[in-house]
């Protein structure tokens, strides 16, 4: 015979089951885990699309060094119905894992290996899953971003292979309703523009002659006495040599050059003028500025050719061009071939009467790119 507290304990299971039962009945999980798809100008698709930014890799290139991004569009979601349940798209990182790493798997390209992200940023375990983006229960749509970091390209152990390599993505996207068990294959990445990779026995590097081991500094050789009897300064220049080194010996057909500075988006400054400071001055106020010119020999055409601020020029050799080649030493890599293109800072004829005295600084960056190699294997 059950006395009371045995007859209390037993009722009480029997509520606590019946209250697990009647939750689970209170929603439905639709089958196949698509009724949540990439909105694709109002059609629906299940994939993503993201573009490749990387940069060239040399065999010098030390173990562990990013190369490279995979970096996600802007896309649109929708969801048929509100459920109440999260919807989560994910990315399984498909890939055995390099020695040493287990959240960098290999890639089609010995040396170089992919480090998927998760909605956190954190690596994602190879042959493992982690979501990148969610939609909330019971909404019926959402977007991510363009420029999201979907993965990472690392330099790893392994002889780089020199040329240009496609660069192929094994990971698969799939979708799945949180607390659902089951995730359900709902496309691929879809590539948006090239998927080359360019590799190089060396890194490319720019040499200063007159600076082999430091960044070199150039005075503008402004009037020192901004307020002497002087109402303007004459136009002045200064050259400095400079030479690009591709990573082997200018074999490439192009190059991109862009120079820039911080004086992007200061309001009443020519776009195509560089600018230089007051020690302790506002940027904001003309009379701590001074701008000057820049331009550089065209290897190309063997002329000079002036640069705008933050604008890329390109010059493209071809298979008649004769490249005008240097033979220096540079640091790290000895005897090799560079390309010329020596750079000169001009400063125009200005009223400096309204100028502050001080001293005026300021830095000139140089991005050099090499591209398109002779050669695809060596």
Known sequence: ????????????????????????????????????????????????????DAVNVSLSTPNGTQVGKIISKFQNFSCAAAYNQDWYLQIYALGSP?????????????????QYLDAEGQPIICNARGYIFSIPKFHLSGSLREGTVLARLIRVNGDIPYGSFPLNISAILQAYFYGYTNSTDWGTLQLQGSNMIYTTPNL???????????????????????????????????NLDMCLFDGD?????????????????????APDNFSIFRNGGSRSDIKDRLDYLVSVLNPVTGSQEQVKNGVATYWSFGSSTKKPTRQVVLPGVGLALCIPAPITISTPSMDISGKSSGHYTGVLRVIYTPSTYAASSK
């Open 98 to 114: 390099v020695p040493g790493y287990a959240n960098v798997c290999r890639t089609n390209i010995n040396g170089i290996g992919i």
């Open 1 to 52: 015979m059950l006395n009371r507290s045995n007859v209390f304990s037993l009722l009480a299971r029997c509520c606590l089951m019946y209250f697990l039962l009647f939750s689970i009945k209170s929603y439905a999980i639709p089958a196949g885990n698509l009724s949540c798809y990439a909105d694709v100008n109002g059609q629906p698709s299940y994939s993503l699309g993201y573009t490749l």
């Open 249 to 269: 010996n200018s074999s490439s057909s192009n190059i991109t050059l862009t120079f820039s500075d911080d004086a992007a988006g200061i309001t009443g400054k």
């Open 204 to 238: 490319p590097q720019i040499y200063f002659p007159t600076s082999p081991t430091s960044t070199p500094i150039i005075d503008l050789n402004i009037d020192n006495n901004l307020h002497g009897t002087k109402a303007s300064s004459t136009p002045r220049s200064q």
